[in-house]
């Protein structure tokens, strides 16, 4: 099937997330359920209504067959089920599978989730050894490289290349909080400045501790649908109008680049998909596992000239209200991450702004937006486009 078909194939009618922060009694299957109940509810579906499921991975469920295992827990017996174990990308990912299930006639309403109780369910010395369970088994692990080592060295390289100063780069979290203040269910309600940043707990140079993302337990959700199913649904349909992925490595020491990765790819094939480009998005959901990469996918998308993006974090134009707002949520640095769920929030996000209503969180006018999933280390990517009318 062309690429060129799934525009206007989808619509999201549904979205839901948990609660989140610290929840204590509450499992990893039990955040997801909470989030996909919340999601029928925007719809008015009920559960035997979904006929396709999809979820990504858990380190905290003891679970195999996870999509299987969800289906099992929220009591529905779909004709089209899969986990996919894409890292951080999984959701957007999810999404195109979805769409291309829908089109084929595979399935017609499909529910994707994914989240995990990470604050509450893992240890510390867990999270630290998932940290290291990461790089190549004999050319990298060995060395004791963790994920924000790997992160780390991107930063470095472009630092170098570009002459990024540590005090501009402070400016992304900083902002970023400043976003997730203005959102009733974000994980951090404590607003910091970029010298917060820049005195927090160094963790691998040049990345401190609130350079790096949450560890939150949450679940996010979202119902997807044909056009034709939506228009009897309740819930505001939010059509999909391009997607497309890219997959350079898995290993860092195979990449092709230290500062430029699959983004430009994926993003081409979302924006020929939808007939548009960069200058036509009024808001960007970026992922931002570690402060360096939505700089690096801002400028991989299109969204800024290649080593300048740092600017539209220091100018203001990445708040809410400014020129191109970023990550209106909080993204994963202040709103919540938990596995697969932190790239779904900038999902559940986007048709949220896509919607309106949302306050002093609003972007005003928000007609087009743009997000980004990447998993692995910089590895695996899907950039998807979304509106509020089909083109």
Known sequence: MPDGTL????????VGESDIGKVPGMTGLGLNAQAAMRALEETGLKPSDIDGLLTAYSFTEP????GSVMCEYLGIKPRFNASVIVGGGSPAVMLKHAAEAIAMGQAETVLICAGENRATGTSRDEAVAALLAVGHPYYEQPYGFSIPAFYAMIAQRYMHKYGLSREDLAHVPAVTRANAL????????????PEDVLA????????????????????GAMIVTSPERAKDLKGQP????????????????????????GAKESSRIAYDMAGLGPQDMDFAELYDCFSIVPVLEFEELGLGKEGEGIAHWTSGAANVGGALPINTHGGMLSHAHAGAAGGLFGIVEAVR???????????????VGIVHNEGGILSSHCTLILGREPR
């Open 238 to 261: 939010i059509y999909l109008h391009g997607i497309g992925e890219h997959h350079t490595h898995e290993h860092l020491m195979c990449a092709p680049s230290l500062t430029e990765f």
């Open 353 to 367: 702004q896509l919607r309106g209503g949302l306050g002093a969180r609003q972007v005003e006018g928000a007609e």
């Open 63 to 66: 679970y195999f067959m996870l």
């Open 7 to 14: 525009r206007n194939s989808v619509a999201i009618v549904g």
């Open 200 to 219: 927090s707990k160094p963790i691998a140079d040049p990345l401190h501790m609130l350079d790096c993302c949450l560890i939150s337990d949450a679940g």
């Open 182 to 193: 203005l959102h009733p269910n974000a994980h951090m309600k404590k607003p910091i400045t």
